[in-house]
C-alpha cells in the first residue's frame, strides 16, 4: 500500500512559476513510476507528466511541454512538478498518482491516487 500526500498548491498570477511536491509512504516507492494528473471544473481528470522508477524517462502532456518538469527523489520518497510560466488553463486540482510498473506514461489508471491540491492562476 502506498499514501500520497500532495502539497505546494497555491493561487498565482499567470506567468508565475509554482512547485508540487508530492511524499509518498512505503519502502517501495523507489520501484514505483510516479504521475501527475489534474482535474478542471466541469472537465475530466487528464494527464500532466509521468517518470519512471530510476527518473530517466520522462512523459509530458503537450499542454505542459516546455514548461513543466517532472522530477523526483528516491531518497526523499518523493516527486515533484515544477511549473513555469503558467496560465489560467492550468488551474485545476493537481493529483499525485503511483503504479506498480517501472515506467509510466499515463493512459491507464495508475494503482494509487494522492487526494489533491488545488492550484488557481490569474489572469
Known amino acids: 500500500q502506498v499514501q500520497l500526500v500532495e502539497s505546494g498548491g497555491g493561487l498565482v498570477q499567470a506567468g508565475d512559476s509554482l512547485r508540487l511536491s508530492c511524499a509518498a509512504s512505503?519502502?517501495?516507492?523507489?520501484?514505483?513510476?510516479m504521475g501527475w494528473f489534474r482535474q478542471a471544473p466541469g472537465k475530466e481528470r487528464e494527464f500532466v507528466a509521468a517518470?519512471?522508477?530510476?527518473?530517466?524517462?520522462?512523459s509530458y502532456a503537450d499542454s505542459v511541454k516546455g514548461r513543466f518538469t517532472i522530477s523526483r527523489d528516491n531518497t526523499k520518497n518523493t516527486v515533484y512538478l515544477q511549473m513555469n510560466s503558467l496560465k489560467p488553463e492550468d488551474t485545476a486540482v493537481y493529483y499525485c498518482?503511483?503504479?506498480?510498473?517501472?515506467?509510466?506514461?499515463?493512459?491507464?489508471?495508475?494503482?494509487?491516487w494522492g487526494q489533491g491540491t488545488q492550484v488557481t492562476v490569474s489572469s
Open positions: 498518482a503511483a503504479t506498480q510498473r517501472p515506467v509510466y506514461s499515463g493512459t491507464y489508471a495508475p494503482d494509487y
Open positions: 512505503g519502502r517501495a516507492f523507489s520501484t514505483y513510476a
Open positions: 517518470i519512471s522508477w530510476s527518473g530517466v524517462i520522462t
